[in-house]
């Protein structure tokens, strides 16, 4: 009877075994084979700023409380590895916290693909990219706008997404809102990464 016990027993775990090799649940590298890539990659799309880390508080610099100018200054911002085919950038800057929704604080659009970085103060100060224009955001101004989220309501996400195009935009003959051009950028676009920064008043 003993002998009948530990057949079963022998059985039973030889079927388990050739299951788990039949679902790929083994340490033969499946599991990484299947895990996305991410900004940590270091052959990743990426978007950083030494002003800055992802998720963390947007320094007072570069926000609508700096002073002079009211609009603060664009951050310092670097990015490598962008999408073969890439043509030119957008870069947009967004809050979804906003009391009335997706507000759009900066559009640089028509970014050369052969730059890699904007240096602090590129928008209101300058200079730009040559080439390069800005939309109108949603304060009427055709430049960057830091964040400036109401008092007392809580953490904001400020996201800059840099986004890496097949043809370019175009300049317009007159400003346009950044709304208006994000249609046209979404059709050209062949890849994107984000940084978060966060600001609370």
Same mark, same amino acid.
């Given at each position: 009877?003993?002998?009948?016990?530990?057949?079963?027993?022998?059985?039973?775990?030889?079927?388990?075994?050739?299951?788990?090799?039949?679902?790929?649940?083994? &340490?033969?590298?499946?599991?990484?084979?299947?895990?996305?890539?991410?900004?940590?990659?270091?052959?990743?799309?990426?978007?950083?700023?030494?002003?800055?880390?992802?998720?963390?508080?947007?320094?007072?610099?570069?926000?609508?409380?700096?002073?002079? =100018?009211?609009?603060?200054?664009? =951050?310092?911002? #670097?990015?490598?590895?962008?999408?073969?085919?890439?043509? #030119?950038?957008?870069?947009?800057?967004?809050?979804?916290?906003?009391?009335?929704? &997706?507000?759009?604080?900066?559009?640089?659009?028509?970014?050369?693909? &052969?730059?890699?970085?904007?240096?602090?103060?590129?928008?209101?100060?300058?200079?730009?990219?040559?080439?390069?224009?800005?939309?109108?955001? &949603?304060?009427?101004? #055709?430049?960057?706008?830091?964040?400036?989220? =109401?008092?007392?309501?809580?953490?904001?996400?400020?996201?800059?997404?840099?986004? #890496?195009?097949?043809?370019?935009?175009?300049?317009?003959?007159?400003?346009?809102?950044?709304?208006?051009?994000?249609?046209?950028?979404?059709?050209?676009?062949?890849?994107?990464?984000?940084?978060?920064?966060?600001?609370?008043?």
């Amino acid at each position: 009877m003993r002998r009948t016990v530990w057949l079963l027993f022998a059985v039973f775990s030889f079927a388990l075994l050739l299951g788990g090799f039949a679902c790929g649940n083994t &340490d033969g590298g499946q599991q990484a084979a299947n895990t996305p890539a991410t900004n940590d990659d270091p052959g990743s799309f990426a978007l950083t700023s030494t002003a800055f880390q992802s998720m963390s508080t947007i320094p007072k610099k570069y926000t609508c409380d700096q002073g002079q =100018p009211k609009t603060g200054y664009s =951050p310092p911002l #670097a990015w490598s590895n962008p999408p073969a085919g890439t043509v #030119a950038f957008a870069l947009t800057l967004r809050d979804p916290d906003a009391p009335s929704g &997706d507000f759009k604080h900066w559009g640089l659009i028509d970014i050369p693909a &052969d730059v890699t970085s904007l240096s602090e103060g590129a928008s209101p100060v300058g200079p730009l990219p040559s080439g390069a224009w800005q939309a109108v955001n &949603d304060t009427g101004e #055709a430049a960057y706008m830091g964040p400036c989220p =109401p008092h007392g309501n809580g953490v904001h996400h400020y996201n800059f997404v840099l986004i #890496a195009l097949k043809k370019k935009i175009g300049n317009p003959a007159q400003p346009i809102q950044l709304g208006a051009v994000l249609p046209q950028i979404e059709q050209a676009t062949i890849g994107s990464v984000t940084l978060t920064g966060l600001y609370s008043r």
